[in-house]
């Protein structure tokens, strides 16, 4: 039985409430090399592998078709010179003592036992290159932490409290999945005084200054500017389009040679990390091939003609930000061992916040994040545009997706809707003679990532009780979709105190925020405010989890609105009655809705209004914490978002931007391929530059306020011969400097001191407020 932990007519005293939230994120960045094709690891490993010699060979004697060959040399004559997440070359001697140690110190095969010698794959690391000097070969994700070990081991007259927060942030650098991962330098405490969001938003951007300023400082240290591969990094939601043409051309074992990273950074033992990720990408490409037999099985396909997807999935290339939410108040709970809250029930409650939470997403798609994409009438193939949907949604809801897709799009001719045979040539003369376009999404991102599997009807996801995601992923196995050994998928993942030292949820669901310090902020504040408003209904008895039965069914029926949400289509349809009462519950607050004639037993919803009437819910019901929160001017924000999208939501600004590049007025005014190009060149130009030029910003605003402080980090800058005339003079300086790429190893040196700096106050001040706060954080009472 539930007792309340806290009044819920009191907002203060909420889990997640006031003054009692913690917050990090974990952001994914897109990396590459710009430089010519004789310069660029990429390229070279591709010309120097035995597969490209075996495709040579076979191609010469025409025991393959010619067509590998031909679509591996269009990959490597690259006018762009860009190569996305290509591996560098530096020069070992390049590396400063400190640095070299840190390298070599990861090269082991367990960090935690060095008398177990060297990993097995050490070779891949270092090379001589065809010159007597050795030579190292990273991701640019390790670059980063290289580049931080040089300038903390370069600037001796570094102050100790910045030299220590270097030195520990650079476990903050992961070379995991496929791009550069960095995670929170500190744990924000989310105060409404502060902004709410607002910290969170300070520290994420900042970060990724961080790694902005370390990437620069590295191609010009380590001399890759001067040999031909300048390392790059940003922002960017999506695999790159050049990467997804070459995971059509090549085994999918040669695509995890060249892209997954080998895990140097992060772990103890990183051949297990990397074998895991291998195991992840082998898992997702086999489970996209099962997804194929379940359309078909949903009576998607009118033959069994399909289009066979590449065995080398692209999916864990794609960039998202994780923001996890921590509750004070439960972690006391957890502490207390006579709370009668234990890890039994921190699942139960979690499980049923999840379910909660899961109504309220659509808010939060395309309003704060997006990764707006063009498919053409030749790429609207049924396996290939559903992504893994079938094995998230069933099968009901998937039909009903899809129908909607399919009018959504612009591929009907005579009110018909025409499918692409497979054929390129064929589909592209229709597309030209009959007008076919295709279709624009605003968060492919969240189609074309496994976002959460759907629970089976033995095997529940979320009903509260512990193990039955590892049940789960067992019974999911046999169906060939997923594997025991991986971490389980979930839109909002539970993060449990025993296993994170904390507890919270981490919403996984953003992919390319526009602005940090609007976006990402009013992301957090939101979904700090609904995991607030889920504490408050249950505590109130009002939403239990028989309310929101665990039946595949049911759980596919909340989220076909999340997904429809990112594909941008205007209805879905809700059984009539639903099992679902909390469903039923809002459906019977929004407007707009009528049985529907197609479907008989569901009723028609437009998703614009169920978003309407989720804000109304949040400002009603939310009331009081809304105001003590302070987030009046957010729920005002957000109501622009959904009221006026192509202004005022990260997706219609995200697409604005992309169309002002292409100079036309529509996405569908473009192809495809033109317009996810132009999109990827605006990541990596324009928008690389607006979200350093609001980076600066913040830390302009912070040096502001350095005080007495300032005087004892203006020695260490002088030491370098870089603070003439003031620390805000030199970072004015250096700013413009860094922005327009010019900056020199002495300005970057000092702008990374500065940011080390800037972050070790940071930390300080967060960390007494948490121990100030945790002081005052004993629950009120308990969960029995």
Known sequence: MLSAIANPYSPESLPFGPGDTTAGTEMELQAGALGDRASVDLPRSIEASSYYAHVLRRSATEDTPKKSLRDLRRYLENEDRVWDNSWVRLPRRCLCPFADSVFQHDLLADKSCPSAGLRSDAHRFLTNDGSSSETVRVPVSYLLKLALADALGTSPALPDDAARTGRRVMAHFLNDHVSPETFSFYVVPLRPEAGLGRGLAKESSLRYLLAQLLVMYANRRFELERSGQTAILYFS?????????????????????????????????????????????????????????KIRDAGLTATNLALLPSLSNVSLANNGTHISLGSLRLKALLEDRSSGYGPAEEKLVGDLVIKIVEHFLPLLVGTYSAA????????????????????????????????RWKKKADVRFLGQPISPSGYRWLDRLLSYVLGLKGDFVPDFRLLDYF???????????????????DRLKRDLSQQGIYDPRMAFYSMYRLREYARMGYTGFEGRIFSLFDRLGEDLRRATDVQNLITALAFQYILEGRVTHESIPDDPSIESERRQIFFGTAVGIPTFFVRNPTGNRFLAWIIGQTQKTRPSNRYAGYVRVYNIEYRRALLNILQRDAAGLVEMMGLGETLADLRQRIESPERCSAAGRLTGAILDELNVRSPLAAPAAQFNQAAERYYRESLRQHHLREAFDFLDEDLRSLGDDSAAFCRSLKAIGVA?????????????????????????????????????????????FLAERSGRAEPTASIR
Request: charged share 20%.
């Open 724 to 768: 003439e005339g003031g620390i805000e003079e030199f970072a004015r300086r250096a700013r413009f400097a860094a922005l327009a790429d010019r900056a020199s190893l002495a300005e970057l040196r000092g702008l990374i001191q500065l940011v080390l700096w800037n972050i070790h106050k940071a930390s300080e001040r967060a960390g007494a």
């Open 237 to 293: 939601p999506h695999a790159p389009t050049r990467q997804r043409e070459l995971a059509q051309s090549v085994p999918d074992s040669f695509y995890r040679e060249l892209f997954t990273s080998p895990c140097l950074s992060g772990w103890d033992q990183g051949e297990t990390k990397q074998e895991y990720m291998h195991l992840c990408h082998q898992v997702l490409s086999r489970s996209q091939l099962h997804a194929m037999a």
């Open 372 to 403: 707006p994409y063009r498919l053409d009438f030749a790429d609207f193939h049924v396996e290939h545009v559903l992504g893994f949907l079938p094995h998230e949604l069933d099968y009901t809801h998937l039909r009903m997706l899809w129908r």
């Open 451 to 469: 976002v959460a599997p759907l629970s089976t009807h033995q095997c529940p996801a979320l009903d509260g009780q512990l193990g039955n995601q």
